[in-house]
């Protein structure tokens, strides 16, 4: 029997790390931008918009629709759900990928499609969800924006889409493609019939999100530092082997270069698609 075995249960332990981690966890948050520690309701309460550096932290789906509707609003379509139609597995099932996507987001894909009143005007909102697989577009996410915009033309109502998404999603393959054709078709119905479509792209708005509908705005309009583009730089400096500019793919870059329309601080959004509203369709009866 060994003589120097130490009662563990008489000195007091120091706290595990888990322990320690969940009393501070979530209080503080570190900001991308400028690196400084912020408080959380800080930023909670500045639409989570870094209150040292006006940098954009990105927000889900419906935070978005929240920010930017009066009140509650009707949802459409909420029950479309992919059908899996390449039986695709990677690293694991698609459909087991969507699964735990589902019970994660509580969403059924990386769409919402909404109407409701924007500073009082009714409007249909589709809102991106980033968390989402990538926030990617498959065969749900095309109908229900293409649902959208019918919708739209039907009742001569508004349209705006808030972007943030990495592209087509891979795992339905080319029926992931033809969502952008399928889009696209459909916006040129609602344009020729002038009923407004304003586009909101945030970070990140890239690939076939970017190549189709997120583009195609009567006004395109940006956050601050929202990165977009379609291929990445990376890709980009390997094809075209030069070194890219200082900026380039973010939303100041691609203003300057007349890409987009406007950059709006997430404070002034709402009144910016507001007023841009009253603009195409007059104020507000
Ligand atoms: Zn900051």
Same mark, same amino acid.
């Given at each position: ?17 888990? #322990? ?9 948050? !570190?900001?991308?931008?400028?690196? $400084?520690? @912020?408080?959380?309701?800080?930023? #909670? ?9 006006? +940098? ?27 059908? &899996? %139609? ?5 690293? =694991?099932? +698609? ?5 735990? /996507? ?11 499609? *909404? ?28 109908? !229900? @924006? ?24 891979? $795992? ?6 033809? $969502? ?5 078709? *459909?916006? /040129? +119905?609602? &344009? ?28 395109? @309009?940006?956050? %601050? ?7 990445? %730089? =990376?890709? @980009?400096?390997?094809?075209? =082997?030069?070194?890219? %500019? $200082?900026?380039?793919? =973010? ?7 007349? /890409?987009? &329309? ?8 709402? &009144? ?5 509203? #009253? ?7």
């Amino acid at each position: 029997m060994p003589w120097f075995t130490r009662d563990k249960t008489a000195r007091p332990q120091a706290p595990a790390e888990e #322990d320690r981690k969940v009393k501070t966890e979530g209080l503080w948050v !570190k900001c991308d931008g400028c690196r $400084q520690i @912020i408080w959380r309701k800080a930023l #909670d309460e500045n639409l989570q918009v870094c209150t040292k550096c006006g +940098y954009h932290f990105r927000l889900d789906a419906v935070a978005r629709l929240r920010l930017l509707l009066d009140g509650e609003w009707e949802e459409f379509d909420k029950g479309l759900t992919s059908t &899996d %139609p390449l039986g695709f597995v990677d690293s =694991r099932r +698609y459909t087991e990928r969507l699964g735990g /996507m589902q019970k994660s987001t509580g969403l059924r894909d990386a769409v919402i499609s *909404a109407g409701g009143a924007l500073n009082g005007r009714y409007v249909h909102m589709c809102s991106l969800e980033l968390k989402f697989i990538g926030g990617s577009m498959g065969a749900v996410v095309g109908e !229900k @924006i293409t649902r959208a915009i019918e919708r739209s033309l039907e009742r001569r109502v508004p349209l705006i889409i808030v972007s943030a998404s990495g592209g087509a999603r891979m $795992q339905e393959g080319a029926v992931s493609l033809m $969502q952008m054709a399928k889009i696209s078709a *459909a916006l /040129m +119905y609602l &344009d020729e019939a002038r009923i407004p479509f304003l586009s909101v792209l945030t970070d990140p708005t890239t690939g076939g999100v970017t190549a189709s509908f997120a583009m195609l705005g009567d006004l395109n @309009i940006a956050e %601050p530092g929202a990165l977009i583009g379609f291929a990445g %730089p =990376r890709v @980009i400096e390997q094809t075209i =082997r030069q070194k890219l %500019p $200082q900026g380039f793919q =973010r939303a100041e870059f691609l203003l300057n270069k007349g /890409m987009l &329309d406007a950059v709006v601080k997430r404070p002034d959004l709402k &009144d910016y698609l507001a007023q841009a509203l #009253d603009f195409f369709c007059g104020p507000v009866a």
